[in-house]
């Protein structure tokens, strides 16, 4: 369960516990002169919390379901009458992009904790809605869920995309900054950030999630479109070892072709995909995704190559170290040039420039080797820095 390290599910206490509740927040003064609030976060997708809620009168929860279902402009929170704690609206200042955040009631700032990103379809999707589909799971479970509002391509008259690329763009850097600011204000685990996309927006999860695997530690996608366009842009960062989920329903092996290519093209690359049958073709499979994050997290181990060069005057001389899920003792890097380090974060001189293997043994938890591998350019490669 996404639950904070080493790794084994613990329960959350009650939301009403003293404990847990979070007193007397920070307001921060946000971009756009908005007041939000700053949270730190722990995570342990752990079991449902018992403590019973008192159910409003029947028309105080109409008004509270109306009130929740539309955004209102200048509004400073969303109300959710399922769960404890209100949805704060966010503009990050990087690009100007807004999202929705929730913060389960369970939030102890001292701790660190996972965070989903969901990236929303087109209409009749949209944040707010898609948010909605997250907050009692992360009640539930003890993580924090962000959803940005992304742009969307345009169509021509048959349907296809006109202008893929520059949105693909866009997104990642729109998905990117919203994790940045989130980060900013809060206690994230950054092994436990992983991200989720439903149909339209599962297209910009595939292509931000895989330009960026020391980013995300899994995706879980539902019903992806993933047109010829978006392939470039995935191809020049992907990890075969980053777990990938893809949610399908019968029909879109028979009429859905970009289910199905998605699928297989994620196959014909070597990537570790996961596909899953769900049972309605108009929503998204939310708890699934959690399932499949949970598993992520006990069993596949996350490590990160990561190497840069910080001198233009020595641009043969690059510096290596780690990121990723694993806390090792002991480190063996083979640089792909016959010259080999037991450091954790070695400074390698290479005689000639060109293109090299490195490879990075570390031991693993149940006494298993953990073994990863990049290739860099020298000089001037920068691997595993998108976020710093």
Known sequence: MLQHKPGLVKPIAPANSPKNRVVDPTPVRGHHGRTTQHDGEIGTMARKQTDQRRIPHCATALLLIALATFAIPGCSQLIDPNVPEPIHPFVEPQTGGEYLLYRPSSYDRKQAWPLIVACPSSFPDAPHKQVREWTQLAEQ????????????????????????????????????????????????????????????????????????????????VTRPELYDDALPGIWKGIDPHQPIQVHHDMGDFITGKHTKGAIEWLRSIGVSVTPRTIGSATKSDTASAILFFQETIRNVPWLHIRAFTPSPERPLEVHFKTKGSLSPRQFRWYFGDGDESVVAKPVHVFANSGTYTVTLTVPGRDGQEVKRSASITVPGPQIGTGME
């Open 141 to 220: 479970y003890g993580f924090l869920i962000a959803v940005p509002k992304l742009e969307f391509e345009k169509r021509g008259w048959q349907g296809e995309p006109t202008n893929l690329p520059e949105v693909l763009k866009k997104n990642e850097r729109r998905i990117l900054s919203t994790i940045k600011h989130v980060r900013a204000g809060h206690n994230i685990s950054e092994d436990r950030i992983l991200l989720y996309g439903w149909k339209h927006g599962a297209t910009f999860a595939l292509h931000t999630g895989m330009r960026n695997p020391e980013v995300f530690r899994a995706i879980s």
